[in-house]
């Protein structure tokens, strides 16, 4: 068969070709498999103790027993799947619950109450062994503006309780610190606090950071921002005796400057790349960013338009970069207006309406923010940690066979490319797949067995990417 072109002219133009494409892959690599918590708590930085999220776990574990003691109460509150066909009495509640306790999972996966039973069970189970998985010790709006000897002292503290919780054992699973921002009033003190903060948590730990630390920079609205915060980080590397790059930073999506520019254009690719590859995550600031486009604090909401405009443009902006994406806070607290241990009927009957219509508008917001592909989101107060975990291993749970046919199909399409020698390029797909899994295994949702049933074995699961696991596959096949 005679070609037409020379084979020196075709290699130089597909390398040219190369050179384009990595390139491209390297800004979009796409969804990381890191763990991402499905939540940060925002808490003062003057109120945070060592054993914080364990007590905020205790706190959300009594608010759940309180106000839905047992899973039909949750079902009917949140109108969960099934829910008309509980029963009401609590006899007959009891009888129920005694037997679904009693069948095998997949057994019980065949009975209508299946999912509001597994969800509020979870939820008990995830408030006793990791009530928080994200932390935010607050130094900005959670803080406030106080005097400097007042901030300097509570940033000693905090790093103090900080260095305890680790020796205990008490810290979430990842954690980090919110400074104030660096805008031309604030950006003094927000170095400042940054630096009395780890100096003081260094020297009390040998040096030693929490496992998975992070900076939160606020209100950021250019990229010397961000430049400026990779500089001092340099700084505090060298004079701590950190190796280069251990410092990481997120930023705030919470200003309109920040979704489009004086010049029409969307800045956050810009100010991510600032960040010289520190930045691991954007989060919406809900309250802030309505404000700035002028809603009125009565329609603040995470449910108004404008909140969904700001999270598809942060979507397209950074979509495949690997920058993990969080929602806003629900602001409705699921707290009774009285208080006291004598209460009448009828006050503990407000208490009761006032913390289930609360529940509703936090399951709905995180299940809103879940559809539109937001896997994270801020927690306030710990009665909202109850109705965090709701929305998402209803979620998550209520997807799971759709998704498990789904990605059985697709590691068997890649292993017969494998024994047949085809070409597979479609890990991206396949990887997108699997991170539902992950994300769900990640906060309790689903155990590893159940990842299992899609034909992948704990070992390629525990790598957490597809395109290992092809090559895995391909690498034993050739063996």
Not at 142 to 166: C, H, I, K, Y
Not at 347 to 359: F, G, I
């Amino acid at each position: 068969m005679k070609l037409s072109i020379q084979e020196s002219d075709k290699e130089q133009l597909l390398n040219q070709l190369g050179v384009a494409n990595l390139n491209f892959q390297q800004t979009y690599p796409g969804d990381k498999p890191d763990r991402q918590p499905v939540h940060t708590v925002y808490g003062g930085a003057n109120l945070f103790k060592s054993d914080t999220c364990v007590r905020m776990g205790d706190i959300a574990l009594n608010n759940l027993r309180t106000y839905a003691p047992n899973f039909v109460e949750l079902a009917n509150v949140l109108q969960i799947k099934g829910y008309e066909r509980l029963p009401r009495s609590g006899k007959d509640i009891a009888e129920l619950t005694a037997r679904l306790d009693a069948l095998t999972p997949e057994a019980r996966k065949k009975e209508p109450a299946w999912l509001a039973y597994s969800v509020y069970n979870k939820i008990i189970a995830k408030l006793k062994a990791e009530p928080v998985e994200d932390f935010r010790i607050d130094f900005e709006d959670g803080f406030g503006n106080r005097p400097d000897a007042e901030e300097d002292a509570t940033a000693v503290q905090a790093a103090n309780e900080t260095a305890l919780g680790m020796r205990n054992g008490t810290l979430s699973p990842f954690i980090g610190i919110r400074i104030k921002p660096f805008t031309e009033d604030l950006k003094h003190r927000g170095v400042r606090t940054l630096d009395i903060f780890l100096t003081t948590l260094l020297a009390q730990t040998g040096g030693r950071l929490p496992d998975n630390f992070v900076v939160m920079l606020p209100k950021v609205t250019i990229p010397e921002q961000m430049t400026t915060m990779v500089r001092l980080f340099e700084l505090l590397e060298k004079a701590n005796d950190l190796p280069p790059g251990t410092l990481r930073m997120e930023t705030m999506v919470e200003a309109t400057q920040i979704i489009m520019d004086e010049e029409g254009r969307n800045p956050l690719m810009r100010i991510i790349r600032a960040s010289e590859g520190r930045c691991v995550a954007a989060h919406f600031g809900t309250y802030d960013y309505t404000a700035s486009a002028g809603i009125t604090a009565r329609y603040q909401t995470m449910a108004h338009p404008v909140c969904d405009f700001a999270h598809h443009m942060t979507k397209v902006a950074l979509g495949g970069t690997g920058i993990f994406l969080s929602d806003g806070a629900t602001n409705v607290m699921p707290i009774g207006p009285h208080r006291g241990e004598n209460l009448t009927y009828e006050q503990q009957q407000e208490n009761r309406e006032s913390v289930h219509n609360a529940w509703r508008q936090g399951f709905h917001h995180t299940t809103h923010s879940l559809i539109n592909g937001l896997y994270q989101g801020w927690d306030l107060n710990p009665a909202q940690l109850p109705m965090r975990y709701a929305a998402t291993y209803a979620f998550f749970l209520s997807s799971y066979e759709e998704a498990l046919f789904r990605l059985k199909s697709f590691v068997e399409r890649a292993a017969i490319s494998t024994l047949t020698g085809d070409i597979f390029d479609d890990a991206a797909t396949g990887q997108g797949l699997l991170n539902f899994f992950l994300k769900a295994l990640n906060c309790g949702a689903i155990t590893e067995e159940e990842i299992t049933a899609t034909g992948l074995t704990l070992e390629e699961v525990h790598t957490r990417s597809f395109f290992r696991i092809l090559e895995g596959r391909r690498k034993k096949q050739t063996q």
